[in-house]
T-cell receptor, first 110, second 113 residues
Framework: RKEVEQDPGPFNVPEGATVAFNCTYS??????FFWYRQDCRKEPKLLMS???SGNEDGRFTAQLNRASQYISLLIRDSKLSDSATYLC???????????FGKGTMLLVSP | NAGVTQTPKFQVLKTGQSMTLQCAQD?????MSWYRQDPGMGLRLIHY???????DQGEVPNGYNVSRSTTEDFPLRLLSAAPSQTSVYFC????????????FGSGTQLSVL
């Protein structure tokens, strides 16, 4: 089982749609969780951290289920500018590295 | 505040040539790392460092060397380039600690012929 697995893509949705991405991780000792966004031929950039209680940032909502080792990202009212690849990222304690999922591509069409 | 500066942006090498990818950060981050990104493979960790004088191997270290003589700089060396090293390379840094986010450089597109 891969350390961080994401839904295969691409997801093709119309503007205004709600879309959800899922991610599972294998290391039960993981302590930090993030969603990154990567535009074509650009570097990844942090979209949001994921907290145990769940957190929201505008149209974006992230959820964490430690028991199931599962992370989700919900995007409401999709915009054309949301088209990108979304990377699930998981880290363990302190000095450890972060492990990236392969990413899920989102294409929002008019 | 420049963040993470990575050079060059593009490079073409012939098999067997050597080169160094430069990475510098001005955020006083302890942790620095190099990733490569290939289609369908996602980001894979090559080497990382948790401070000056300390480096360690990641998932795909073969064919690459690193050193960390200062907090700011973390160069990646290809001693004898191979076509399998054709990829996009990203340098990244962060503070230590749980929950600290990773800042990326803008990437280097490397082609080895």
């Amino acid at each position: 089982r891969k350390e961080v697995e994401q839904d295969p893509g691409p997801f093709n949705v119309p503007e205004g749609a709600t879309v959800a991405f899922n991610c599972t991780y294998s290391n039960s000792a993981s302590q930090s969780f993030f969603w990154y966004r990567q535009d074509c031929r650009k570097e990844p950039k942090l979209l949001m951290s994921v907290y145990s209680s769940g957190n929201e940032d505008g149209r974006f909502t992230a959820q964490l289920n430690r028991a199931s080792q599962y992370i989700s990202l919900l995007i409401r009212d999709s915009k054309l500018s949301d088209s990108a690849t979304y990377l699930c990222v998981v880290g363990s304690s302190g000095y450890s590295t972060l492990t990236f999922g392969k990413g899920t591509m989102l294409l929002v069409s008019p | 505040n420049a963040g993470v500066t990575q050079t060059p942006k593009f490079q073409v090498l012939k098999t067997g040539q050597s080169m160094t990818l430069q990475c510098a950060q001005d955020m006083n981050h302890e942790y620095m790392s190099w990733y490569r990104q290939d289609p369908g493979m996602g980001l894979r960790l090559i080497h990382y460092s948790v401070g000056a004088g300390i480096t360690d191997q990641g998932e795909v270290p073969n064919g690459y060397n690193v050193s960390r003589s200062t907090t700011e700089d973390f160069p990646l060396r290809l001693l004898s380039a191979a076509p399998s090293q054709t990829s996009v390379y990203f340098c990244a840094s962060r503070q230590q600690g749980v929950g600290e986010k990773l800042f990326f450089g803008s990437g280097t597109q490397l082609s080895v012929l």
